[in-house]
Every structure is written in structure tokens, then in C-alpha cells.
């Protein structure tokens, strides 16, 4: 029996999972199975798994579901004492498992293990164009309370769970598909224990395309995550309701001016930034605030192409060598 699952749910993923898998198959730990969920793929994604020659790789065919239930049929497949989700268009670093495996194995109390994520921003044909690092949140043991805030382990590829803390939580939720993650991290934090990783050993996939044209249904899902988080919260955290919704206001600002250049999307990013804004004014003390505040300036103030020429000299571009990720 292996010792860690690795679950990776496909939709018509053709362009980037033979590199996601790669990934996997490049990690230092290599007691694992693989456990591909072919989600009803109408490209090539079956004949290229299948063309992949490892007795670890398993691949499961089943009618569209949506990523939370293809994720809990690979769940149904697993038979590792460890658990791991990766996207079928995300990454990890050779040693994601090895290191979060060694922090579970040395803090028992511990459920879940999580690392920082790079965000790959890419082109339409899944090529690197920016590689930007996530804030380091260090955030470990009881982490319910940061978490019910904000989702700072950022994606549903990051995590590393023991089978008893995924036994006792459930399944994913397909209620909310785009914030199945977090309302999953969120019901894991009330039982378990977490720990990270203080490395970058995620790399997100962000395409710009994908990301604008589901930014409406990413707030739709948000907003049902946050009511059932606040439903099951105790009394004594229902305070942290507004800095959840700032959060919530900063975030999707973000969404609309990196991937949304035209007026209207400029003009939801200020909505939401104000909303911010007026709910908590100590927002504009976060740098990422004030680095949202710099980019809807620029765009308000200047011609479309001019406020973009300065937003991508702003960017750091960096490569997975590169010392900024870990310094």
C-alpha cells in the first residue's frame, strides 16, 4: 500500500497534463500512487495519461461532475495514509511531498501540511510568462480563526492531508465549485491541526482568459462559502465577518484589474476597493491594498495601453531559481 495518493482531477486538460503528472513523477518522495479522475474530457487528456508508462498511474473515467466531486471520486480510489490534490494544470517542486510528508510525520497532532504557492501567470497555450510568489503566511496549529478571514493557503493544489483528518471532515462540496477549497480547509481547521512549509513548492497556473470569464461565478461561489462559514462558526467569531468581506472585496478588485482591461472591469475593481475601504479603513495600511490602489490610478487616469505598459513594468518577473521565492 502506498503511503501518499496523489489525485489529480482532469477536464479537457490536454495542454498541461503531461507536465503536471511529470511533476509528480520528478518528486524526491516516490512511494505514491497516482490517481488520474478523468472528468468526461472531450480531447486528448485520456490518450495522453494513457501513453504515460508508470505502474504508480491509475486513470478513472467518469461523466462531467465538476472538480469537488471529481476530486471525491478520486477520494473513493485513494488508499494511501496520506492524501494530496493537484490540479491537472498546476505544478509542484521536486520536494512538495517530501518535505510536507516530514512536518506531518514529525507534528502528529497535525492533520494537514501546506506550502507557499508561485502564481504562473501564463498564455493561452500554457507557457510561463510571470512567476509571481504568494505572501508568506506561516500560519500553523489552530489555524481556524485566519483562515475563516482569508484563505491564505490559496489553491487545491497545495495541501498535504492525513487519511483520519480527510475521514473525519467529509468530502468536497459541490454546492460552491469555486470555493470548494476553502470551505474544505475551513471544515479540516476545526478538527486538525496544520503546519507548513516555508518554501514556494507551488506553482498556480493563472490564465488570463479562464480567469476572466469566471470571475462572476467565482463571486457567486465566494458568497455561498462565506454564508455556510458563518452559519457554522461559534458566536464568539461572528466579529470577523467584516474583515472576511474585506477580504473578499480585495481580492476580487484584484481579479478585475489583472484580468478585465476594459472600463468595466476598472469599474467593478473601484466598487469593490471602496467597499473595502469604507468597511475597514486600516485596509489602505496593506501593501496589497496599496499596490491595487496604484494599478486602478494608472488605469483610470491613463490611456489603456499606457496604464498597461506600467502595470507590466511593475511585475518582477522571476524564474524557479530565482533566491526571491525562498528569501
Known amino acids: 500500500m502506498p503511503k501518499i495518493s496523489v489525485i489529480i482531477p482532469a477536464y479537457n486538460a490536454e495542454i498541461t497534463i503531461a507536465e503536471t503528472i511529470q511533476s ?24 495522453l495519461v494513457n501513453s504515460i508508462k508508470d505502474e504508480r498511474l491509475q486513470i478513472f473515467s467518469y461523466e462531467n461532475g465538476g472538480l469537488p466531486v471529481a476530486r471525491n471520486r478520486g477520494i473513493s480510489h485513494a488508499t494511501g495514509e496520506f492524501i494530496a490534490f ?5 505544478l509542484w517542486t521536486a520536494d512538495k511531498l517530501e518535505l510536507q510528508l516530514t512536518a506531518l510525520e514529525q507534528n502528529p497532532k497535525a492533520g494537514v501540511a501546506y506550502s507557499w504557492t508561485c502564481f504562473m501567470d501564463v498564455d493561452e497555450q500554457g507557457k510561463p510568462l510571470f512567476f509571481l510568489p504568494s505572501p508568506k503566511y506561516s500560519f500553523a496549529g489552530n489555524v481556524y480563526e485566519k483562515l475563516l478571514v482569508s484563505d491564505f493557503i490559496h489553491n487545491g493544489s497545495n495541501t498535504l492531508i492525513r487519511r483520519q483528518a480527510l475521514e473525519s471532515t467529509g468530502g468536497f462540496d459541490p454546492a460552491c465549485p469555486g470555493c470548494a477549497d ?13 503546519v507548513v512549509i516555508p518554501k514556494h513548492q507551488i506553482l498556480y497556473r493563472r490564465t488570463p482568459g479562464a480567469m476572466s470569464s469566471n470571475i462572476e461565478k467565482m463571486k457567486e461561489d465566494a458568497l455561498i462559502a462565506m454564508k455556510k462559514a458563518y452559519q457554522a462558526a461559534p458566536p464568539e467569531l461572528q466579529y470577523l ?22 472600463s468595466s472591469g476598472v469599474s467593478q475593481a473601484l466598487q469593490h476597493i471602496w467597499s473595502a475601504i469604507r468597511l475597514n479603513p486600516k485596509v489602505l495600511l496593506d501593501k496589497t491594498t496599496q499596490k491595487l490602489v ?4 494608472l488605469k483610470l487616469i491613463l490611456p489603456t495601453k499606457v496604464a498597461n505598459y506600467f502595470l ?6 522571476l524564474t524557479l531559481s530565482d533566491p526571491r521565492l525562498e528569501a
Open 24 to 47: 509528480v513523477q520528478q518528486q524526491t518522495f516516490t512511494d505514491f500512487e497516482l490517481i488520474v479522475i478523468n472528468d468526461g474530457s472531450k480531447d486528448r487528456t485520456v490518450e
Open 241 to 262: 465577518k467584516k474583515y472576511t468581506i474585506v477580504s473578499f472585496h480585495i481580492y476580487f478588485a484584484g481579479l478585475y484589474l489583472q484580468h478585465r482591461s476594459h
Open 294 to 297: 496604484i494599478k486602478l490610478l
Open 312 to 317: 507590466q513594468l511593475m511585475k518582477k518577473p
Open 86 to 90: 493537484l490540479d491537472a494544470d498546476d
Open 182 to 194: 476553502w470551505d474544505y480547509w475551513l471544515r479540516l481547521s476545526t478538527r486538525w491541526y496544520f
